[in-house]
C-alpha cells in the first residue's frame, strides 16, 4: 500500500521530559494534517523502539491542555492514556478542523488605548488581508478611488461595444470595505459591492489614487 506523503511526517514520538516545543508540534499539525486524517503525537515512546513510559500521565495531559488553549483559532485534539509494555503513555492526536492557519498564541490588536484578542472576525481579516490583492486593496479603506468599468471585458454586438453593464466611463467613489470575497464602493449617497475576481486593480497617475477596473 502507497502511504500518503504526510503519514510519517505527522506522527512524532517524545520522551516525558522532551517537552520544550510541544505547542510548536501541535501548531505544525495543526496547520498540516489534511482533511479525513489524524495527526499523532507518542509521549513515552521513542523514536529507536523503546518505551520508556511517563510517570505523571495526568499532569502532561493537564499540560497539554494548557499547550492547546494558546492556539488560536483552537485545534481539534484530544489526548488519552495507554499502555505499552506495562508503561503508562500519552496519545495526543490532532485533527483538520477548516480554521488554518493556526498560532501558537493568541493575535492581539489595538483597539483605541487598549490592547484586545481578536476575535474571529477580527482574526479572519488579519489571514485576509496578507492576500496580494486583498492587501493592496485594505490601504485604500474610506479613501476615494477611481472606478471604471472595463469595457474591454465586454461582448461586441454588431460591431458596436454595449456599455458596461454597471458602470459608465470612469467615476469617484469611497472604497468602505474589502474582503476575501468582494468590495464595497459608495458613490453618490449610493453602495455597489463587487466579487474580486471581477477587479483588475491599476493606477490613475492623474488623480495619484488607486484605480479599479470592474469586468462585466
Known amino acids: 500500500m502507497e502511504h500518503s506523503p504526510w503519514e510519517d511526517s505527522l506522527l512524532e514520538r517524545k520522551g516525558e521530559s522532551d517537552l520544550r516545543d510541544l505547542l510548536k508540534t501541535l501548531v505544525a499539525f495543526a496547520n498540516s494534517v489534511k482533511p479525513g486524517h489524524v495527526a499523532t503525537i507518542l509521549i513515552g515512546e521513542m523514536d529507536d523502539g523503546s518505551v520508556q513510559g511517563v510517570t505523571d500521565a ?3 495531559q493537564k499540560s497539554v491542555r494548557r499547550e492547546c488553549e ?6 481539534l485534539w484530544r489526548s488519552k492514556v495507554y499502555q505499552n ?3 503508562a503513555c500519552v496519545r495526543i492526536e490532532v485533527e483538520f478542523n477548516g480554521d488554518t492557519p493556526h498560532f501558537g498564541g493568541a493575535a492581539w490588536v489595538r483597539r483605541g488605548s487598549e490592547t484586545l484578542k481578536a476575535n474571529d472576525e477580527v482574526f479572519q481579516r488579519l489571514v485576509e488581508v496578507r ?3 486583498v492587501r493592496e486593496l485594505a490601504k485604500w479603506e474610506g479613501k476615494a ?3 471604471e468599468g472595463d469595457t474591454a471585458s465586454v461582448e461586441f454586438r454588431e460591431r458596436s461595444v454595449r456599455g458596461h ?6 467615476m469617484e467613489a ?3 470595505s474589502v474582503n476575501r470575497f468582494w468590495i464595497t464602493l459608495k458613490y453618490d449617497g449610493v453602495r455597489a459591492s463587487e466579487p474580486l475576481e471581477k477587479l483588475l486593480l491599476s493606477w490613475d497617475t492623474k488623480g495619484n489614487r488607486l484605480k479599479i477596473l470592474v469586468e462585466a
Not at 70 to 75: F, V
Request: charged fraction near 30%.
Open 85 to 87: 509494555n506495562d508503561k
Open 58 to 60: 495526568d499532569g502532561i
Open 174 to 176: 469611497i472604497l468602505e
Open 70 to 75: 494558546k492556539i488560536y483559532p483552537p485545534i
Open 165 to 170: 453593464p454597471r458602470w459608465n466611463g470612469q
Open 131 to 133: 492576500l496580494d490583492k
Open 145 to 147: 478611488v477611481l472606478v
